[in-house]
């Protein structure tokens, strides 16, 4: 899984296409500080055949424009969301997804299909944005319903913590932008080196 850069990246369509083509499931588009035109542009420099891989985190309301039937809420949004409202969406089809600071909130998110818990490294998009998790941290599923992506300092190196953590996959940004010219690239060395 795979996050957008906050801010516009040079040919970032294109990176993004060919992440897809090279094997990338899902691609979470985050754009906090864009408006609806700028986010609107780059899907539609996605390959359509590649929008049912999309996640929208801002902006849902164009999700249908596109066919796109992920959305995905933040902390903030989530809190501030109406709750019948996300039961909607789950019977039109919608997968959603949520972000999560503390892990003992998972227990009450029965709605949504993942969930984005960190950082759980440091992270690399955000400098000063430390994990605070221990060495020997292990996440406890019992009783929790949605899976949890692994989300902060993901690269090549730690790959294997995130599995012997418990959580259920990654997801990548930090390690993607820092050198966008090269996503493929590494998109590839990470494919290499997941845990089986």
């Known amino acids: 899984m795979a996050i957008s850069n906050p801010a516009a ?16 499931k899902y691609f979470h588009i985050r754009k906090p500080e864009s408006d609806v035109q700028t986010v609107r542009g780059l899907i539609n420099g996605i390959a359509p055949q590649f929008y049912d891989r999309i996640a929208l ?7 249908s424009d596109f066919g796109i039937k992920r959305l995905h809420y933040t902390e903030r949004a989530r809190k501030a969301s109406n709750t019948k409202k996300r039961q909607n969406q789950l019977a039109d089809g919608f997968t959603l997804s949520t972000s999560i600071h503390d892990v003992t909130t998972l227990p009450a998110l029965e709605h949504v299909d993942y969930v984005f818990y960190g950082p759980v490294f440091n992270s690399i998009s ?42 259920d996959g990654a997801a990548v940004l930090g390690t993607f932008w820092s050198e966008p010219d090269k996503a493929v690239a590494i998109f590839n060395q990470l494919k290499e080196n997941l845990p089986v």
Not at 57 to 63: D, I, L, N, P, T
Request: no cysteine.
């Open 9 to 24: 990246v040079a040919d970032e369509s294109i990176i993004i296409n060919n992440l897809f083509q090279a094997g990338l």
């Open 57 to 63: 985190h801002q902006f849902h309301e164009m999700a």
């Open 126 to 167: 955000k400098p000063g944005y430390q994990s605070k998790l221990s060495a020997d941290f292990k996440l406890d599923k019992t009783n929790i319903k949605p899976k949890v992506i692994a989300l902060g300092g993901i690269d090549v190196s730690n790959l294997t913590m995130v599995k012997l953590m418990g959580f």
